[in-house]
């Protein structure tokens, strides 16, 4: 079974920095490709940006050049660097692992963006 922790998310001004990191269980991590999504009020579920196995990452066009995903596969753990934020940054941020036997998704955490 795969479990996945988040942590990292906090409140911050506009143009402040926060970091996310997320932990996974199990001994499918190197083998997966992992994803940070985000949920607004109202809003579907997006992609903020994944890195497969291979250490290359996609990022959505909102949060190029100003967030970065990186992986250390020795620790298990994911990490979103978010820089410049903004308001419509503000939302629950999920973890997600991706591999050949499913897709699995931490609880969430909260980042809101103060104006």
């Known amino acids: 079974q795969v479990q996945l922790v988040e942590s990292g998310g906090g409140l911050v001004q506009a143009g402040g920095s926060l970091s996310l990191s997320c932990a996974a269980s199990?001994?499918?991590?190197?083998?997966?490709?992992m994803g940070w999504y985000r949920q607004a009020p109202g809003k579907q579920r997006e992609l903020v940006a994944d890195?497969?196995?291979?250490?290359?990452?996609n990022y959505a066009d909102s949060v190029k050049g100003r967030f970065t995903i990186s992986r250390d596969n020795a620790k298990n753990i994911v990490f979103l660097q978010m820089n410049s934020l903004k308001p419509e940054d503000t939302a629950v941020y999920y973890c997600?692992?991706?591999?050949?036997?499913?897709?699995?998704w931490g609880q969430g955490t909260q980042v809101t963006v103060s104006s």
């Open positions: 890195v497969r196995r291979d250490g290359s990452s």
């Open positions: 997600n692992l991706d591999s050949p036997l499913g897709k699995y």
């Open positions: 199990g001994n499918i991590f190197r083998i997966s490709t």
